[in-house]
């Protein structure tokens, strides 16, 4: 049974920080392909930051630059660092998990998600 939660959101001004971090709750995570997706309010989700279970890392374009993910495979953990955050990166965000090598950049690829963490900027 694997399991995902997220945390680390919060409220922030307009070019400030955060971290996310997700423990993810599953045997052999090592071997797992890692992402972080967002959901704004009225829209669909979308794929922010990708990791594949080797380490290599992918970003959406309006991420690249900004945010950082990365794992460490000791702690089981996903992290997503943040920085110059925008008005637009405000939105309900999400781990999700994928027991494969390489990874996937449309959400219905991943079984296995966490309940979300919501950031907003201001």
């Known amino acids: 049974h694997v399991q995902l939660v997220e945390s680390g959101g919060g409220s922030v001004q307009a070019g400030g920080s955060l971290r996310l971090s997700c423990v993810v709750s599953a045997a052999r995570y090592s071997n797992y392909c890692l992402a972080w997706f967002r959901q704004a309010q009225g829209k669909e989700r979308e794929g922010v930051a990708f990791?594949?279970?080797?380490?290599?890392?992918s970003y959406r374009d309006s991420a690249k630059g900004r945010f950082t993910i990365s794992k460490d495979n000791a702690k089981n953990s996903l992290y997503l660092q943040m920085n110059s955050l925008k008005l637009e990166d405000t939105a309900m965000y999400y781990c999700?998990?994928?027991?494969?090598?390489?990874?996937?950049?449309?959400?219905?690829?991943?079984?296995?998600w966490g309940l979300g963490t919501q950031v907003t900027v201001s």
């Open positions: 999700a998990a994928e027991p494969i090598s390489w990874y996937y950049r449309e959400s219905r690829s991943y079984r296995f």
């Open positions: 990791i594949a279970s080797d380490g290599t890392t």
